[in-house]
C-alpha cells in the first residue's frame, strides 16, 4: 500500500497523534519549539539539557510523553546555515522511514522554520513529500507476511501554515509516487520482469493517463531495422520490445527521453563474473526512470511535449547469441563491430537514439546503468553527464542539484573517439578500460546526430547496496526527480 502525505494546518502544540516527527536544525532546543516542550511536561528541554540530542544530521531521538502525542521524534538536519532542499528531504525520509517501523498507521510531520533555514515554503513542503514518500518505500510482495505484523503506514500529514504549501505538496507527492513507481519495477526480478512486462507497464500507464503509446514487438523492431537492438536480444527466449510513450501537454518540439531497458544482464558470451550478478536485474533502471518521469508528468500535466523510449531486450547468452568479433548494423545504417556483448547497453540506444530523429527534438536525454567505470570517477554520490552541448549539460546538471539527484559533467573530447575505432566497421563497442564512460558516451554520439544531446550514467546511483537511516537497500529510483525538475523547469 502506498504512503498517503497530506496538509494539514494546526497548532504544533495542540495536536493529537500516535507520532509526531519534528526536524530540527544542529544546535539547542529551537526558540520555535518552546510551546511544544511545554506542552510535552519539559522533556524537550530535559533531552536537551542532557546533551542527548544535538540536532546533527540523521541523528534521531525519540521521546514517549504522556498525553495527546504518544511518541515524538525529532530528526536532526544539522547546521541550520546550510539549510536547503536536500537537508529537508533528507530528514523527511529519516523520518518517513523511522514512522514506517514505528508500527502506526498514522504520523504528523512538522519542520521547523530554524530547519527550514531560508528555503521557501513551497520548496520545503515539495522535498518533505519527496523526503516522506522516499523514507518509507519498502518492497515486501514476494515475502509472506510477518507472524506478528504491524501496522503499515497509511498517512502522514505535513503540518505546514503558509498558501505555498500546497502547490509545493502538489509537486512533492506527485514525483515520490513517482519514484515509488520506478523503484517497484527496479527491484522486481527479471523473471518477472522482462521486455515483454515493461511494455505491458507501460501500456497500463498510457491507458491510465491518456498518452500516446507504440509498442513494437520483435518483428516490428526487424522491420525499423533496428540491428543493434535485435542482436541484444537474440540470445534470448523472451523478445525485445521498443517502447514509445508521448505526452503531449503542448505543443512544439518534444523532450526526448530515453532509458536502458535491459531486464538482465549477464553479459551475453562476454559471461560476467557469478558474484553481484543478482544485481543485473536493476540494469532497466533508465528505463525504468523514464517511466517514473512520466508518471510524474501523468499526474502534474504540465505544459510540455515529452517522450519515451524505451529499447528493452535480454542480454543472455545462447546458442543464438550474438558473438564477439560480430558485425551489426544498426537502425541509422552505421555499421557497428561488437568487441564485446557485455557492452549493450550502447547498442540498444544507439537505436532509440537514432529513432528519437524523427521527432525533430528540442532535445534528448538518455539514462542508463551504462558502465562500472562510472563508479570509480564518481562513487556512489553522482551520475556522470556527458554531451556536446554545453547548454544542456549544464541544464541537466542544474536539475539535478535542485532536484537533490546530483549529476557531474565528465568531458567529450574528440581524442576519446580513438578508442572506438574499428578495424572493419565504423565505429566498436567497447573502448576497453581507459575512460571507459567517456567512451561508452562517445559511441552513444556516434547515434544521437542531428540535436542537442546529453546523456546520463546511472550505474553507481540506481540502486544501493546498503541501507541507510534514510532509505532501503536496493533501488533509489535515480532519474526520476531530475527529469521531472528538467521538464518543469523548461515549460517556464
Ligand atoms: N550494465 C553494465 C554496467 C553496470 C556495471 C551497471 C555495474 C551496474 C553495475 C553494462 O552493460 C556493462 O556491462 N558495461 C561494461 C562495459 C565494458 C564491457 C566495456 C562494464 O562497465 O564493464
Ligand atoms: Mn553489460
Ligand atoms: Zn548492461
Not at 519534528?22 to 522533556?43: N, Q
Not at 517502447?243 to 538482465?264: D, N, Q, R, S
Not at 547498442?347 to 536525454?365: I, M, Q, S, T, W
Request: aromatic fraction near 6%; hydrophobic fraction near 45%.
Amino acid at each position: 500500500m502506498l504512503l498517503n502525505t497530506s496538509l494539514r494546518k494546526a497548532d504544533l502544540a495542540s495536536v493529537t497523534t500516535p507520532l509526531l516527527l519534528v526536524a530540527v536544525p544542529k544546535g539547542g532546543l529551537p526558540a520555535s519549539l518552546v510551546p511544544l516542550d511545554r506542552a510535552v511536561g519539559g522533556s524537550l528541554a530535559r533531552l536537551y539539557a542532557a546533551a542527548d540530542f544535538t540536532g546533527k544530521k540523521d541523528q534521531v531521538a525519540a521521546l514517549y510523553p504522556d498525553g495527546p502525542i504518544a511518541r515524538l521524534l525529532l530528526v536532526g538536519t544539522g547546521d541550520a546555515s546550510t539549510a536547503s532542499a536536500r537537508t529537508i528531504r533528507r530528514a523527511a525520509s529519516v523520518a518517513g522511514k523511522r514512522a514506517r517501523l514505528a508500527g502506526v498507521t498514522d504520523a504528523m510531520f512538522h519542520l521547523t522554520t530554524e530547519a527550514r533555514g531560508a528555503v521557501p515554503e513551497a520548496d520545503a513542503v515539495q522535498a518533505t513529500a519527496e523526503g516522506l514518500l522516499f523514507g518509507a518505500w519498502h518492497f515486501d510482495a514476494l515475502k509472506l507476511p510477518p507472524e506478528e505484523s504491524r501496522a503499515a503506514l497509511a498517512g502522514v500529514e505535513i503540518l505546514a501554515q503558509g498558501a505555498a504549501a500546497e502547490a509545493g505538496h502538489r509537486l512533492g507527492a506527485a514525483i515520490g509516487a513517482a519514484q515509488a513507481l520506478t523503484r517497484g519495477l527496479q527491484v522486481l526480478p527479471s523473471n518477472t520482469c522482462t521486455p515483454s512486462f515493461l511494455a505491458a507497464q507501460a501500456e497500463e500507464m498510457a491507458a491510465r493517463h491518456t498518452f500516446g503509446i507504440t509498442v513494437l514487438d520483435r518483428a516490428a523492431i526487424e522491420r525499423e531495422g533496428m540491428g543493434a537492438l535485435l542482436a541484444v536480444g537474440k540470445g534470448s527466449a523472451e523478445d525485445p520490445r521498443f517502447i514509445a510513450l508521448e505526452y503531449k501537454g503542448a505543443a512544439g518540439a518534444p523532450i526526448v527521453l530515453v532509458g536502458k531497458g535491459v531486464t538482465f544482464d549477464t553479459g551475453g558470451i562476454s559471461i560476467k563474473p557469478a558474484e553481484r550478478m543478482e544485481d543485473m536485474k536493476f540494469d532497466m533502471s533508465g528505463a525504468a526512470a523514464v517511466l517514473g518521469a512520466f508518471e510524474a508528468l501523468g499526474r502534474l500535466r504540465p505544459k510540455a511535449h515529452v517522450i519515451g523510449l524505451i529499447p528493452s531486450a535480454e542480454n543472455m547468452l545462447s546458442g543464438t547469441a550474438y558473438k564477439p568479433g560480430d558485425v551489426v548494423r544498426a537502425m541509422s545504417g552505421k555499421h557497428i563491430e561488437v568487441i564485446n556483448t557485455d557492452a549493450e547497453g550502447r547498442l540498444l540506444l544507439a537505436d532509440a537514439l537514432h529513432y528519437a530523429r524523427r521527432y525533430d527534438p528540442a532535445c534528448v536525454l538518455d539514462i542508463a546503468t551504462l558502465t562500472g567505470a562510472v563508479v570509480s570517477a564518481l562513487g556512489y554520490t553522482a551520475a556522470a553527464v556527458i554531451g556536446a552541448d554545453e547548454a544542456l549539460v549544464d541544464e541537466v546538471r542544474r536539475a539535478g542539484d535542485r532536484s537533490g539527484e546530483r549529476v557531474w559533467p565528465l568531458p567529450l573530447w574528440d581524442e576519446f573517439r580513438e578508442h572506438i575505432k574499428s578495424d572493419i566497421a565504423d565505429v566498436k563497442n567497447s573502448g576497453g578500460r581507459p575512460a571507459g564512460t567517456i567512451t561508452a558516451a562517445w559511441f552513444l554520439r556516434e547515434f544521437a546526430e542531428g540535436y542537442p544531446w546529453a546523456h546520463l550514467d546511472i550505474a553507481g546511483t540506481a540502486y544501493t547496496q546498503s541501507e541507510d537511516a534514510g532509505a532501503v537497500k536496493g533501488p533509489t529510483g535515480m532519474g526520476v526527480r531530475l527529469f521531472t525538475e528538467f521538464v518543469l523547469a523548461r515549460q517556464g
